[in-house]
C-alpha cells in the first residue's frame, strides 16, 4: 500500500518537517504505533526528506546512506556491533546518513546497552530512526536520549483508500476499516474470506440466536483451531459497542454504518445493561484466553451469555 499521503499529511511529518526546515532536528527519534506498516513507512518519508531523495529509493534499499535493520522483526547484537562499526564512516552522496531500526521493542538489554554510546555521542551526520509498538521493552537510559513520536490512528476514509487502491473491495475495505479502530496493518490482515465469514457470522448469532438449542448450533460453526479467539472477541466487542451506541441514540457514532439495518436489529433485542454484560464477558474470556483456557469452553462461554442476555430483554 502506497502511505506517502497518508504521511505527508499527517500532523507529526508535518511538524517533524517544521524541525527539519528550522535546524533543530534531533539525532534520534523514536516512532510509536501499534501501525507496523504506517511506522515503516513513516520512517521511510522521514529518511527520504532528510536525504532530499524519493522515498522510492528508501523502500528499494538503493540509497547507499541509509541502513534499515529489523525489518524481520530481530535485532542483534551483531547487527548494533555493524552499526557501532561503521557509524563514523562520512556519507557517501547525502550530507547525512540515517539509520532505521523497526521494531525497535524487540532489542534485548545487550543490544541496547552495546547502542547507548552511539546514541549519547552520535556523529553529527547521524539520524537514528527506530519504531516500535510499546516502550515498555526499551531501557529507560536508551529513551530519554530519543524524541518520541506517537502516530496517530490513521482516519477510517484514509484506511479506505489504501485498501481499494491495493484491489480490495469496496464493501471488504469498510467491513474491516470499521473493527481495525484506525490499524492499517490490522485491516491489510483482515481482508480474508476467512475473517469476513467471521465476522457475518457474528451478526447472524447476535440476531438469530434464540435459546439453548441454537447454542450448540452457533458453537459449531466456530472452529477453535481455525478462529483467532483473540481477533474474534474483539470483533464482537466493536459490534456489541455499536449496538450500544445506537440504542444510546448516537447512531452516528456507529462504526458499521454499512450494517445499519442489522445494529438496529440487535439493539431491538437488547439493552444497554445486556450490551455492558456481555462486553465485561469478553474482557474476561479475553483474560482467560491469555492464561490458555481450553478454547472451546472460551467459544461456549460467549454465546451462552449472549443468549442469556437476551433472554433476560425478552422477560
Keep these: 500500500m502506497n502511505y506517502s499521503n497518508v504521511v505527508q499529511t499527517s500532523e507529526e511529518y508535518k511538524k517533524l518537517c517544521d524541525e527539519i526546515s528550522n535546524n533543530k532536528l534531533f539525532h534520534a527519534y523514536l516512532v510509536k504505533t501499534e501501525d507496523s506498516n504506517y511506522a515503516e513507512s513513516f520512517c521511510a518519508c522521514v529518511a527520504a526528506k532528510l536525504l532530499n531523495t524519493d522515498v522510492s529509493k528508501i523502500y528499494a ?18 547487527n548494533i556491533n555493524d552499526v557501532v562499526a561503521n557509524l563514523y564512516v562520512r556519507p557517501y552522496s547525502a550530507d547525512k546518513k540515517v539509520y532505521i531500526f523497526y521494531n525497535a521493542d524487540n532489542m534485548n538489554e545487550q ?9 549519547e555521542e552520535p556523529p553529527k551526520d547521524v539520524i ?5 509498538k510499546s516502550t515498555k521493552t526499551i531501557l529507560q537510559t536508551v529513551l530519554s536520549r530519543m524524541s518520541v513520536i506517537e502516530l496517530s490512528n490513521i482516519p477510517d476514509d484514509k484506511i479506505i483508500n489504501l485498501l481499494t487502491e491495493s484491489g480490495t473491495s469496496d464493501d ?4 474491516v ?7 492499517s496493518t490490522l485491516a491489510s490482515k483482515l481482508t480474508n474470506q476467512k475473517f469476513i465469514d467471521e465476522y457475518n457470522l457474528i451478526f447472524d448469532l447476535l440476531i438469530n440466536l434464540r435459546g439453548s438449542r441454537d447454542c450448540l448450533t452457533y458453537a459449531s460453526k466456530i472452529d477453535p483451531k481455525q478462529v483467532d479467539l483473540t481477533e474474534f472477541i474483539d470483533t464482537y466487542m466493536i ?25 438496529e436489529n440487535i439493539a431491538n433485542q437488547f439493552t444497554l445493561t445486556a450490551c455492558n454484560n456481555i462486553l465485561a464477558e469478553c474482557l474476561q474470556l479475553k483474560e482467560d484466553l491469555y492464561y490458555n483456557t481450553n478454547k472451546v469452553a472460551v467459544i461456549d462461554r460467549l454465546i451462552l451469555k449472549t443468549a442469556e442476555e437476551k433472554a433476560r430483554c425478552k422477560k
Design 177 to 183: 476499516t470499521s473493527v481495525c479502530a484506525g490499524n
Design 239 to 263: 459490534i456489541v459497542r455499536d449496538v450500544m451506541v445506537y440504542i444510546s441514540g448516537a447512531q452516528k457514532l456507529v462504526k458499521n454504518k454499512h450494517h445499519m439495518r442489522s445494529i
Design 128 to 132: 537514528f530512526l527506530f519504531s516500535c
Design 61 to 78: 534499499k538503493t540509497h547507499p546512506d541509509v541502513t534499515i535493520i529489523g525489518e524481520n522483526g530481530k535485532i542483534s547484537v551483531e
Design 172 to 175: 471488504v475495505a469498510q467491513i
Design 111 to 119: 543490544s541496547q546497552n552495546k547502542l547507548l554510546k552511539s546514541l
